[in-house]
């Protein structure tokens, strides 16, 4: 499972509000096939699609790799749009004009949707069978119209996501939890060792940084794992859900790689992290609660083994 793709499931009226983003869209260019996309590690997902051309193929819930969508061409660091009036003569494209003609795309405008966080969201896009003139002001009506669904985007993420680190926060975990009740995993517990002497001895801000790193460090795990997600408590404590099976083994060459990836750093400070790990299955499952209770109590007994390491929670079978 994307995870990114599947956290638009937690978007309230997202539908609707993509929906009016379309609508605002067809007023502006109302001969042009539009789109909303979303793009995650080089995968763009169609999420709406309006003035549907027969000859384009092109569905809501297609999903393609993005160095095979004109979408690669936006430059979202710059957030500039992309204007290709006339594709047949577009010479910078070169041997990817056929393609697109015999796709029947002629002309594209292409919007780059960006969070404030520089994350890429994805893009609202035109295209047509035919060539195609954007005036500018136009192009700039539907800039504004992207920055207006941006706000509303900044706003779901803050009530899924930590504000500092960007990861997902309690709220969210609860709420996948909930969501799938017969599933089988593993909830990694993490504490930094050494985070407290950072601050005390570097600053709050610096301190800051460490999270940050962290929290890319583990964005990185999940990104690797099936139906994983990286979570934040809260201070330096960072919770890691992976809701698949594995063996004890597996989670220990896991564990290992966490620990020892989080211990490497380049700097005059040095932390690391103590991880407490319980497992579970579809026919004994806790609620979170105690499962995060489980959790911080084998994250107790790493800190006691001298921290650095990670510890097994020995969950009681009825």
């Known amino acids: 499972m994307n995870q990114p793709f599947e956290d638009l499931k937690m978007y309230q009226n997202f539908d609707e509000l993509a929906d009016d983003v379309l609508d605002f869209a067809k007023e502006i260019l109302p001969d042009q096939?539009?789109?909303?996309?979303?793009?995650?590690?080089?995968?763009?997902?169609?999420?709406?699609?309006?003035?549907?051309?027969?000859?384009?193929?092109?569905?809501?819930?297609?999903?393609?790799?993005?160095?095979?969508?004109?979408?690669?061409?936006?430059?979202?660091?710059?957030?500039?749009?992309?204007?290709?009036?006339?594709?047949?003569?577009?010479?910078?494209?070169?041997?990817?004009?056929?393609?697109?003609?015999?796709?029947?795309?002629?002309?594209?405008?292409?919007?780059?949707?960006?969070?404030?966080?520089?994350?890429?969201?994805?893009?609202?896009?035109?295209?047509?069978?035919?060539?195609?003139?954007?005036?500018?002001?136009?192009?700039?009506?539907?800039?504004?119209?992207?920055?207006?669904?941006?706000?509303?985007?900044?706003?779901?993420?803050?009530?899924?996501?930590?504000?500092?680190?960007?990861?997902?926060?309690?709220?969210?975990?609860?709420?996948?939890?909930?969501?799938?009740?017969?599933?089988?995993?593993?909830?990694?517990?993490?504490?930094?060792?050494?985070?407290?002497?950072?601050?005390?001895?570097?600053?709050h801000e610096t301190g800051d940084i460490v999270l940050q790193e962290v929290a890319q460090r583990l964005r990185q795990f999940v990104r690797e794992q099936d139906d994983a997600i990286a979570v934040r408590l809260g201070g330096d404590e960072f919770i890691l859900h992976f809701g698949h099976a594995d063996s004890r083994e597996g989670w220990e060459r896991l564990a290992e790689q966490i620990v020892t990836a989080l211990s490497e750093w380049k700097t005059d400070y040095r932390v690391s992290t103590s991880i407490g790990i319980v497992m579970y299955d579809g026919e004994y499952r806790p609620e979170l609660q105690a499962l995060l209770q489980q959790a911080d109590a084998a994250l107790y007994a790493a800190k006691s083994l001298g921290k650095n390491t990670y510890q097994f929670y020995e969950l009681a079978k009825k």
Request: glycine share 8%; proline share 3%.
């Open 33 to 203: 096939m539009l789109y909303l996309s979303a793009i995650e590690a080089g995968q763009q997902r169609m999420l709406k699609i309006a003035n549907d051309k027969a000859d384009i193929p092109m569905v809501e819930g297609m999903q393609i790799e993005l160095n095979q969508s004109l979408c690669k061409l936006i430059d979202f660091e710059t957030r500039q749009p992309v204007v290709l009036e006339d594709i047949p003569n577009a010479e910078q494209l070169g041997d990817w004009r056929k393609g697109l003609e015999e796709a029947h795309v002629r002309s594209y405008l292409g919007i780059p949707i960006v969070l404030t966080s520089g994350e890429t969201f994805g893009t609202l896009c035109a295209i047509n069978n035919r060539v195609s003139l954007y005036e500018q002001k136009n192009v700039q009506l539907l800039q504004r119209i992207v920055r207006l669904f941006l706000y509303y985007l900044e706003l779901e993420r803050h009530a899924w996501k930590d504000a500092l680190t960007g990861l997902h926060n309690r709220r969210y975990l609860t709420k996948q939890f909930e969501e799938h009740p017969g599933q089988t995993g593993a909830v990694f517990f993490l504490d930094l060792d050494g985070f407290k002497q950072v601050n005390d001895v570097y600053g």
